[in-house]
């Protein structure tokens, strides 16, 4: 079994910053990339940024310049640095683990951009 621990999230103001974490354990064989996705309430599912394990990151274009994406392979750990966070960016992140084989999510964290 596979477990992914998303933490982080919370209530920041806009212009704030927030880093989130997710932490994989279990029987993860042949890592190949970690990623981050959100959904916003009534909203469907959205990418929002993605790392191979050799640390090659593709983002979202409404959060490029902004955030960013690392991972720490010996932990199986990835993160997301959120900086100039807006309102938009209110949404539950969830974070993957794509191995070849399988993938696997998260719960979820939830981040609330707000004044």
């Known amino acids: 079994q596979v477990q992914l621990v998303e933490s982080g999230g919370g209530l920041v103001q806009p212009g704030g910053s927030l880093r989130l974490s997710c932490a994989a354990s279990g029987s993860i064989y042949n890592l190949l990339s970690m990623a981050w996705y959100r959904q916003a309430p009534g909203k469907q599912r959205e990418f929002v940024a993605h790392?191979?394990?050799?640390?090659?990151?593709t983002y979202a274009n409404s959060v490029k310049g902004r955030f960013t994406i690392s991972i720490e392979n010996a932990k199986n750990t990835v993160y997301l640095q959120m900086n100039s966070l807006k309102p938009e960016d209110t949404a539950r992140y969830y974070c993957?683990?794509?191995?070849?084989?399988?993938?696997?999510w998260g719960q979820g964290t939830r981040v609330t951009v707000s004044s």
């Open positions: 790392i191979t394990s050799g640390g090659t990151t």
């Open positions: 993957t683990v794509n191995t070849i084989t399988n993938t696997y």
